[in-house]
């Protein structure tokens, strides 16, 4: 009985927890995300692995644009030109190898790591 | 210099001067357009709203177009993560804050819903409509907006 006890109360707590009551989606891990944009990279464009991959990636790009733009914080990188999903599924690949630690993170936080190191802002842009 | 070299070659035969004048003008507005600092600094172009609409429509449907289902739902994610990301890092405000229910699989529905209830806002990006959307739908309560 006191067990039952001790478990329904445990379970009550866990349920009206702050941190289950601020429930947010559940960050895609780099591992994840990086096997997805290896068939952009290396294997079939047309795979539904490579449509994750692209639109993960774009919905990320233009969420970051909309919130910079929107907050008017300064911009921490600045694509080069449009349609470089690809390229910029390649450049994401490349820093996941060489930091074997982002694995486990979020994709989203590698991603913008590797987006703030391929094309970082040349001063005229940032000013604009 | 530019326009030295946009001269036409002078073996080329125009029948007169005036269509020399109008081909020379003709390259010298593209040659503008190609240089311009606009193209030059041209960013990633935002998703369309009615693009994100015409995948999301059907989502859900058993037998919906895989592209369209999987880029639908993937684009949607990607923006919720950069939205959890960005308003953690910089300390902004959220825009909607998601019940404890399980309601991802509710979002191309509520996405698309609100489109078709704002038909005004067609011509802005997607990832406006997405976050008014969600904003609508899951407010955050006014004790936690900054959060």
Do not use: W
Not at chain 2, 55 to 60: L, V
């Amino acid at each position: 009985m006191k067990k039952l006890t001790l478990l329904l109360v445990v379970l009550s707590l866990l349920v009206a927890s702050p941190v289950m009551a601020q429930k947010q989606v559940e960050p895609v891990t780099t591992q994840y995300l990086y096997n997805s944009c290896m068939d952009v990279a290396y294997k079939d464009d047309t795979l539904t692995t490579s449509t994750y991959c692209r639109a993960f990636i774009q919905g990320a790009v233009n969420a970051d644009k909309h919130l910079t733009s929107y907050y008017n914080f300064p911009k921490r990188y600045c694509l080069p030109a449009a349609n470089v999903e690809k390229e910029i599924a390649g450049i994401f690949i490349k820093v996941a190898e060489e930091n074997p630690i982002f694995f486990k993170k979020p994709a989203i936080s590698t991603l913008y790591y590797a987006l703030q190191n391929a094309f970082p802002c040349t001063e005229s842009q940032l000013s604009k | 210099m530019l326009f030295k070299m946009l001269s036409p070659a002078p073996n080329l035969n125009f029948p007169s001067e005036a269509p020399m004048k109008k081909f020379t003008l003709l390259l010298v507005v593209l040659s503008l357009f190609v240089a311009s600092p606009v193209m030059a600094q041209k960013q990633v172009e935002l998703e369309t709203t009615k693009y994100l609409y015409d995948t999301c429509k059907n989502a859900g449907v058993k037998g919906a177009n895989a592209y369209n289902a999987i880029f639908c739902r993937t684009f949607i994610n990607g923006a919720m993560n950069a939205h959890v990301h960005l308003s953690s890092t910089y300390q902004l405000p959220r825009q909607y804050c998601l019940p404890m229910a399980d309601v991802e699989s509710k979002i191309a529905g509520i996405f698309t819903k609100y489109v078709e209830e704002h038909p005004q806002y067609l011509n802005k990006p997607a990832i406006f409509n997405l976050y008014y959307a969600l904003h609508g739908a899951f407010p955050c309560p006014e004790t936690e907006p900054s959060k």
